[in-house]
């Protein structure tokens, strides 16, 4: 299962544990590390389910491009990052 | 009178009190973060609280008994496949709650109702004290909202919210910049108002038109709802039909520039404003911080300074932060510099609280 790993500075506002996650996508990843965690959700995604402006994932130390469908490809191996950008104050 | 007052700041929430005749700060709550606006149902007691995380995006807690709980945050609905819909600067607009602008509460008779303003121009209802939100799709829906424009952001947004004390179904809001709309259906159609309001920055055709209309704050005087008092971008208008016409306040010193404007709870003729010069000029004229007054619906304005302090003060008052309670003799107001006053006595004279707090982003009583 991939690893999916929550920038520290969100878990002042919602907990946000490191979990291990099954999917094959940084959207599946991230739809099953949220089932357990609802709160969590709309710190991460907008309204539209697509990634919060000023943050960014890395998978295996890569950011994602699609960050409206979060279609990335994510492995069994992966390691998944959850960041808040630098840009966004 | 009201002796709390929520102070709502871009580095947190701060609890304003008045005990043996002095107003201290005392209790604080989410320090550090940007919290955008309150609201005191005193129907239920409750406080609402906005917050705008930034990279978290906006969230609405409301209080409890021993402190807060996160609730929903009104959500925008999913955004239909293959629909282009963009903002005035050609970019995709997010169908995505940017900020929250406006609360208010509903009827006395509609215990539990909480409407909510947004960027970029959603408006929603709950009617479970927050714990869900819906949007008023009539009013999204409504061909003309594409319209709208930024303001002073780059998107726009529902920042008044006026809920007719005789009627609650009845309901204006105001956009910056799209003007004042109105339903008499609680949201299910929606008519645009306001005739009669000027905008100086647009071209000649587009001068009168109501959509074009920059409201930097509407209010209403409760107990003669067809008052309704309008800070606009370019001046003061003032409405004696609720909102239908408007008649332009002019020869105002030192400005009719500004954002915020109570109107006196019992007399629709007594109003308050803070200006500033002008919109490329947002600062007080001469540094001098004042507030004006009218008395008699805008034939003369008193310029108020007693205690404010009048060299070298640049604060600029939002919509949002200017407050009076409801004897309609105690106002307060922060500033942008973190300046917080009070006056007991209808501006009369103000003292101030502090000079020090986070620049301040509303003030309501609680």
Excluded at chain 1, 4 to 27: D, L, Y
Excluded at chain 2, 21 to 50: C, K, M, Q, Y
Excluded at chain 2, 249 to 273: K, L, M, N, Q
């Amino acid at each position: 299962m991939a690893k999916i790993i929550f920038t520290p500075n969100i878990q002042r506002h919602v907990v946000c544990p490191e979990a291990e996650v099954t999917g094959g996508s940084v959207r599946e990843a991230l739809d099953n590390a949220f089932a357990s965690n609802p709160q969590a959700r709309p710190y991460v995604l907008d309204d539209q389910a697509a990634l919060r402006r000023h943050m960014t994932i890395f998978v295996d130390g890569r950011a994602i491009r699609d960050r409206a469908r979060l279609s990335d490809p994510v492995t069994a191996s992966s390691t998944i990052y959850v960041f808040q950008a630098l840009s966004g104050g | 009178m009201n002796d709390t007052m929520l102070v709502s700041t871009r580095k947190g929430l701060f609890w304003v009190a008045r005990k043996n005749g002095d107003w201290n700060i005392e209790r604080t709550d989410f320090l550090g973060d940007n919290v955008s606006l309150t609201l005191t149902d005193s129907r239920s007691g409750h406080h609402f609280v906005a917050l705008d995380h930034g990279h978290f995006g906006v969230k609405m807690h409301r209080s409890t008994t021993t402190g807060w709980e996160e609730i929903a945050a009104p959500a925008y609905p999913p955004k239909p496949e293959g629909l282009e819909e963009k903002d005035m600067w050609g970019r995709p607009l997010a169908w995505s709650t940017a900020r929250i602008w406006a609360l208010q509460a509903g009827g006395a008779d509609e215990p539990g109702v909480i409407w909510c303003g947004t960027l970029p121009g959603g408006l929603f209802r709950s009617t479970d004290h927050g714990d869900s939100w819906e949007m008023i799709r009539p009013l999204w829906d409504h061909p003309k909202r594409k319209q709208w424009m930024g303001g002073g952001a780059d998107l726009p947004g529902i920042h008044s919210i006026v809920v007719d004390p005789r009627v609650s179904k009845r309901v204006w809001i105001a956009v910056s910049t799209g003007g004042i709309w109105f339903t008499e259906d609680s949201g299910a159609s929606w008519t645009q108002r306001g005739e009669g309001m000027r905008a100086e920055y647009v071209s000649p055709e587009l001068t009168h038109d109501p959509i074009a209309q920059d409201v930097h704050c509407l209010a209403q005087c409760p107990a003669a709802p067809h008052r309704m008092w309008v800070q606009h971008h370019n001046g003061i208008f003032v409405s004696s039909d609720e909102g239908k016409t408007f008649n332009e306040i002019t020869g105002v010193e030192p400005s009719t520039f500004g954002f915020p404007v109570v109107v006196h709870p019992r007399d629709p003729d007594t109003a308050w404003f803070v200006p500033e010069i002008k919109d490329e000029k947002r600062i007080p004229r001469d540094g001098r911080l004042v507030v004006t007054r009218t008395r008699d619906g805008g034939k003369s304005f008193d310029i108020l300074t007693k205690g404010l302090p009048q060299r070298h003060a640049y604060d600029v008052v939002y919509r949002h932060a200017l407050t009076l309670d409801a004897t309609g003799d105690r106002l307060a107001f922060g500033s942008t510099t973190g300046g917080l006053w009070v006056s007991e006595n209808q501006g009369e004279q103000w003292s101030n609280v502090t000079y020090t707090l986070p620049p301040i982003y509303a003030v309501r009583f609680a």
